[in-house]
């Protein structure tokens, strides 16, 4: 059975921090990483959650050793709290752009990204992860002019660079996982189904959001059914359902988001259909509870393992076996 971690964007409220925007959350973490991290890693360890996602920074591998002042030193204050890294999300393919804003296909931005990308590999094996999560590009905008789609070329590339992506990782024993947006080129039901047709299963593997499946207008235990021989790692998330699909994706479509996020049992995903698919049909080392920037991160994180362990502790005993 999976042991359960938390990614880091669980932080990012301003409340938590007695802040007043995000951008003083990001200020500050950069430019005192020692006190930041001290108290995310001293909340985590009274959770009762024992694994960590890195994301981006200030949330990120290079912020973490910036703390403690070496990968060595990062990895004894994680150990002498009963915390691991989980798995790290390499945010920059997803934050800058790709297939749809030039950014997949242009050797030097593709080239930057390999190099970043392996780095963080390498930086995660050294913790004892085997996992790295990445997000395609977002879609552009339904009322854009003239429209862009998300066709067999523009997948392809995509799935092209995740190849190559997943082969450097795999070098360090890190697996790639493709993690399912909302409004990126991997959140529709097709579009899920369509990258992971294209991408190599021995370099790249999955990570389904339930979350972010159903704001997408998908089912997400019979999505992640289709695809269990792919998971390496699930995103645990609720929301309170489907968003409407011409809503604007521009700079606040994050935000957006989070009007339909909702805590984890409190919204329309059906986790007792997730939980039994995780259990019985994958081999995951993790599964991480996304609780997205809230400002009390060590009560909403209690409840959510709380409610994630309920739920497994209900399955049915043939409901948990091995992986298919």
């Known amino acids: 059975m999976f042991s359960f971690g938390v990614d880091l964007i669980t932080f990012f409220h ?47 591998a290079d912020g973490l050793i910036a703390a403690y002042g070496s990968h060595e030193a990062a990895g004894a204050e994680l150990a002498r709290r009963g915390l691991a890294i989980a798995s790290g999300f390499f945010a920059d393919i997803a934050i800058e752009g790709g297939a749809i804003e030039g950014g997949i296909g242009d050797p030097e931005t593709e080239a930057r990204w390999l190099r970043k990308g392996d780095e963080l590999a390498r930086a995660l094996a050294g913790w004892g992860s085997d996992v790295m999560v990445i997000g395609l590009p977002m879609r552009t905008s339904w009322d854009a002019v003239p429209p862009v789609f998300v066709d067999l070329g523009a997948a392809q590339q995509a799935a092209d660079f995740s190849n190559r992506l997943g ?36 370099y790249v593997g999955f990570c389904p959001d339930s979350a972010h499946i159903l704001l997408s207008g998908g089912d997400p235990a019979a999505i992640a059914a289709r695809h269990a021989e792919r998971i390496v790692i699930a995103h645990w998330k609720d929301a309170t359902g489907p968003m409407a699909i011409n809503i604007p994706i521009d700079h606040g479509i994050h935000h957006a988001h989070r009007a339909y996020f909702c805590a984890i049992g409190d919204g329309k995903v ?23 920037a809230v400002p009390d991160p060590l009560t909403e994180t209690r409840k959510s393992l709380e409610f994630a362990q309920g739920v497994l502790a209900r399955l049915e005993p043939s409901r948990i076996g091995c992986p298919a």
């Open 270 to 292: 059906d986790f007792g259909a997730w939980a039994g698919l995780m259990a019985a049909r994958t081999s995951q080392r993790w599964a991480i509870l996304e609780i997205d």
């Open 14 to 60: 301003p409340g938590f921090w007695g802040m007043a925007n995000e951008e003083e959350v990001v200020a500050y973490g950069n430019a005192q990483p020692r006190p930041f991290w001290d108290r995310m890693l001293d909340t985590l360890e009274q959770s009762g959650v024992t694994g960590i996602e890195l994301t981006f920074a200030p949330f990120g």
């Open 167 to 202: 082969a450097l990782t795999l070098r360090h024993g890190v697996r790639l996982a493709l993690h399912t947006e909302a409004h990126s080129m991997f959140c529709q039901p097709r579009d899920i189904d369509l990258l992971l047709l294209l991408t190599d299963p021995v």
